[in-house]
């Protein structure tokens, strides 16, 4: 059982930065790809950006690609989201899921957190 608790969510305007934390519980973190994905009124969940455990291998949604880095720190049992040049559609509440296998499908992630606020006004 692995359970995984986001923070850093807030308000920045266009062109700021956030960086969001997902703390995970559990022995076998490292074993786990973790991923961020979002969700903004009224739209469905998408990803935006994962990494696997062992190897560190990344992925980036295109519409975030160059603005946001996904990194984790093993020792930690934390995943980190920073994200630069922030725009007004990037608003959405962002989760932080687990799960044996990278993909950019949401329901093969076995965790979830429960989500952080971020909002960019224009």
């Known amino acids: 059982q692995v359970q995984l608790v986001e923070s850093g969510g807030g308000l920045v305007q266009a062109g700021g930065s956030l960086s969001l934390s997902c703390a995970a519980s559990g022995r076998t973190f490292s074993s786990y790809t973790m991923a961020w994905f979002r969700q903004a009124l009224g739209k469905e969940r998408e990803f935006v950006a994962g990494m696997t455990g062992s190897a560190g291998w990344t992925r980036y949604a295109d519409s975030v690609k160059g603005r946001f880095t996904i990194s984790r720190d093993n020792a930690k049992n934390t995943v980190y989201l920073q994200m630069n040049s922030l725009k007004p559609e990037d608003t959405a509440v962002y989760y932080c899921?687990?799960?044996?296998?990278?993909?950019?499908?949401?329901?093969?992630?076995?965790?979830w957190g429960q989500g952080t606020q971020v909002t960019v006004s224009s």
């Open positions: 899921a687990a799960g044996p296998l990278f993909t950019h499908m949401s329901d093969p992630y076995t965790y």
